[in-house]
């Protein structure tokens, strides 16, 4: 099975910025789909952008121009570098792992980020 390990969150300044990082061990990286996703307190586990074998992104509206997913298949690892945070980016931010079949799925333990003055 797949293990995600994910690190990079913290406490930041509105304004900014951080880089979330997520090995990935135990699969073949270059057939999975590689995500990012966060939950804040009282809200539903949300997209914050995804990018496909062939470097396809989808990226949620709120955080276009802001963050940017990029993978590094020779270090199994994927990125979320994120800019310009506001307060309303606070959350858990999960990374995800989806075989090009769809047919796994497998997520991170998560990693705090938390924008604040």
């Known amino acids: 099975q797949v293990q995600l390990v994910e690190s990079g969150g913290g406490l930041v300044q509105p304004g900014g910025s951080l880089r979330l990082s997520c090995v990935a061990s135990?699969?073949?990286?270059?057939?999975?789909?590689m995500g990012w996703y966060r939950q804040a307190p009282g809200k539903q586990r949300e997209l914050v952008a995804t990018?496909?074998?062939?470097?396809?992104?989808n990226s949620e509206d709120s955080v276009k121009g802001r963050f940017t997913i990029s993978r590094d298949n020779a270090k199994n690892t994927v990125y979320l570098q994120m800019n310009s945070l506001k307060p309303e980016d606070t959350a858990v931010y999960y990374c995800?792992?989806?075989?090009?079949?769809?047919?796994?799925?497998?997520w991170g333990q998560g990693t705090q980020v938390t924008v604040s003055s």
């Open positions: 995800s792992a989806v075989r090009t079949d769809n047919r796994y799925n497998y």
């Open positions: 990018i496909t074998v062939r470097g396809i992104i």
């Open positions: 135990g699969g073949i990286f270059g057939v999975y789909t």
